[in-house]
């Protein structure tokens, strides 16, 4: 089994910075994407960014340039290194797995694996 434990979330103001953890345990998934996303409330979730262990990664336009997500694959732990924080940015974030190696990796749909979220709330 895989189990995802997502930790970090809080209420920061608008240009603050927080740092997400997704502790990872149970099957070996080294190979795996691993990723996150959030969702707003009454929104879709969407796609933030996703890592692969060869240290390629990802970024959803709107998050490009404040984010950054980095893997610790000895410790079976996932980061994002939130920067720049805007109100906009407020949302439950979800650490997700999936066996994805190439193109639709923003797809929701296709990760097998999620967390129970971390809420992030930025205030202005």
């Known amino acids: 089994q895989v189990q995802l434990v997502e930790s970090g979330g809080g209420l920061v103001q608008a240009g603050g910075s927080l740092r997400l953890s997704c502790a990872a345990s149970?099957?070996?998934?080294?190979?795996?994407?691993m990723a996150w996303f959030r969702q707003a409330p009454g929104q879709e979730r969407d796609f933030v960014a996703n890592?692969?262990?060869?240290?390629?990664?990802r970024y959803g336009s709107s998050v490009k340039g404040r984010f950054t997500i980095s893997r610790d694959n000895a410790k079976n732990t996932l980061y994002l290194q939130m920067n720049s924080l805007k109100p906009e940015d407020t949302a439950v974030y979800y650490c997700?797995?999936?066996?994805?190696?190439?193109?639709?990796?923003?797809?929701?749909?296709?990760?097998?694996?999620w967390g129970q979220g971390t809420q992030v709330t930025v205030s202005s």
């Open positions: 997700a797995v999936g066996e994805i190696y190439s193109g639709n990796y923003y797809d929701r749909r296709l990760y097998e694996h």
């Open positions: 890592s692969w262990s060869g240290g390629t990664t």
């Open positions: 149970g099957r070996t998934f080294s190979s795996y994407a």
